[in-house]
């Protein structure tokens, strides 16, 4: 029986992919989303503000882009709360399930989201990456929020919707579903 339920934030709770980046852009931004993510790890273990990855960008012709995507006072814009998926997952706190977060993140986007949604009032506990200094699909990612809250792997699913994520999950004895859309969680937790 699934008592414990635990989400990613980007793609499940909040819209970070690039068809949203598009429409801010009004333009295909898929090169540009590649271009802006494929070395932001340091960001994501808080190794490097994001201002000053945004700074490494300073030369390029996508430049405004760029800034304008990961610029904090933006974050509203370029990575909203999917506002059903969330209020979907406060019904389930209320039927008793314990709600965590596991979630690859940057200090700027973590201060963004828990203004928003207040993190410690609607979620028992979270691992964040660029707290941890640990991003997934690392495994100690996995056995960090299992033994941090005494969590039973048996008794736990976890919603991601990248799926190396899901995979290392899986592989760690934890359930893990990739999250495509609201039903994958409403499918899945009887």
């Known amino acids: 029986m699934i008592k414990n339920i635990i989400f990613d934030i980007g793609g499940v709770i909040f819209d970070d992919g690039v068809q949203n980046i598009s429409n801010i852009l009004n333009e295909d931004a898929t090169i540009l989303y590649k ?48 506002k059903n998926n969330y209020e979907y997952i406060c019904t389930l706190k209320d039927k008793g399930y314990n709600l965590y977060i596991l979630s690859n993140i940057t200090r700027e986007s973590y201060e963004y989201i828990n203004n928003v949604i207040d993190i410690d009032k609607t979620f028992k506990g979270g691992i964040f990456s660029y707290k941890e200094n640990i991003i997934k699909p690392d495994k100690r990612i996995y056995e960090l929020i299992i033994d941090r809250y005494n969590l039973n792997k048996d008794e736990t699913i976890f919603f991601d919707d990248q799926p190396k994520n899901i995979d290392t999950a899986c592989e760690y004895g934890i359930k893990g579903i990739v999250f495509k859309t609201i039903e994958d969680i409403k499918n899945n937790i009887n």
């Open 35 to 82: 271009k802006v993510y494929s070395n932001f790890k340091d960001c994501l273990l808080g190794n490097l503000e994001v201002s000053d990855y945004i700074n490494t960008f300073k030369d390029d012709i996508d430049y405004d882009k760029i800034k304008y995507i990961l610029d904090k006072d933006n974050l509203n814009i370029s990575y909203p709360l999917i």
